[in-house]
């Protein structure tokens, strides 16, 4: 009579959250010598482990091949657990081999046994050097590596929002937020005066050619006052160090000053310029 054969072992399935696993990744990336800890927060259902959060072993015993759970570690484990946690569990652990691949040593085999024994916890590891990971769990007694393992992502469901590096409302928005600054700051922005435009004609330009260097000097300046008013709302933020607006204010008062030395100096020389084109016979 043929005997029956054996009912093939069915192994755990994982979903884990796509944050869990950005966490874990992140902290094993933070230590790239030394094996770094945590434990995995969910729930077990019927051969299913959710893994919903985890929380990182502070004060563990790292090395460059093992690390080890203290005392510490179990106290910070479970003061945030009852705290954040309180109707979950704790269902595995997870690790780092940073150089050395994905696998449990004797000494992870020992923690495991030790700590996890539940069916339905699991271990977790990850090698911050080749980005390879995977994941432990009970077998009929016997631990194995899982073959179904599925990432959650569990913000999924939620509206797309479109975020494009440029607004056609961004400007809009600026201005508005420049005018509450200051509005709180109680300051208004320097007034900057348009200077009428001087015709040089080429008779006065020949009376005195020094006019139309004169004149680009005083276009430079006021496009520099003009440059310096439309930063004045950020000049009374916390964003400068407290010796640069200061400065930038000087630099305002001292070009406003020179321009108004150059205003006074171009009427000086288009007067002469003008009485010397009254005398010419052309």
């Known amino acids: 009579m043929k005997q029956k054969s054996k009912p093939a072992s069915r192994q755990l399935r994982l979903l884990i959250d796509s944050e869990v696993v950005r966490q874990i990744r992140q902290h094993g990336r933070s230590s790239t010598k030394a094996e770094v800890c945590g434990v995995l927060i969910g729930h077990d259902r019927a051969g299913v482990v959710e893994v919903e959060a985890c929380i990182t072993g502070l004060n563990a015993e790292e090395a460059g091949a093992q690390v080890t759970f203290t005392q510490d570690t179990w106290e910070h484990i479970y003061k945030i657990k009852d705290k954040e946690y309180p109707e979950h569990r704790i269902v595995g652990w997870y690790h780092t081999h940073p150089g050395f691949g994905v696998f449990l040593s004797d000494h992870d085999t020992f923690i495991h046994n030790n700590f996890f024994s539940s069916p339905g916890q699991v271990a977790w590891v990850f090698d911050p ?16 590596r899982l073959s179904q393992i599925a990432i959650v992502d569990g913000r999924g469901g939620e509206p797309a929002r479109h975020r494009p590096h440029s607004h056609p409302r961004l400007a809009t928005r600026r201005t508005t937020q420049t005018q509450n600054r200051r509005a709180r700051s109680g300051r208004s922005c320097p007034a900057v005066r348009r200077r009428a435009t001087v015709k040089l004609t080429y008779p006065k330009l020949a009376a005195a050619p020094e006019l139309g260097a004169l004149a680009i000097l005083d276009a430079a300046l006021s496009v520099a006052i003009l440059a310096l008013a439309a930063a004045w709302p950020e000049l009374h933020t916390d964003r400068l160090p407290r010796d640069e607006p200061r400065a930038a204010l000087d630099v305002i008062e001292h070009a406003r000053d020179l321009g108004l030395a150059v205003r006074r100096y171009r009427r000086a020389l288009a007067a002469a310029a003008a009485r010397r084109d009254d005398e010419m016979p052309f």
């Open 129 to 144: 050097h080749s980005d390879e990971e995977g994941c432990f769990g009970w077998v009929d007694g016997s631990i194995e």
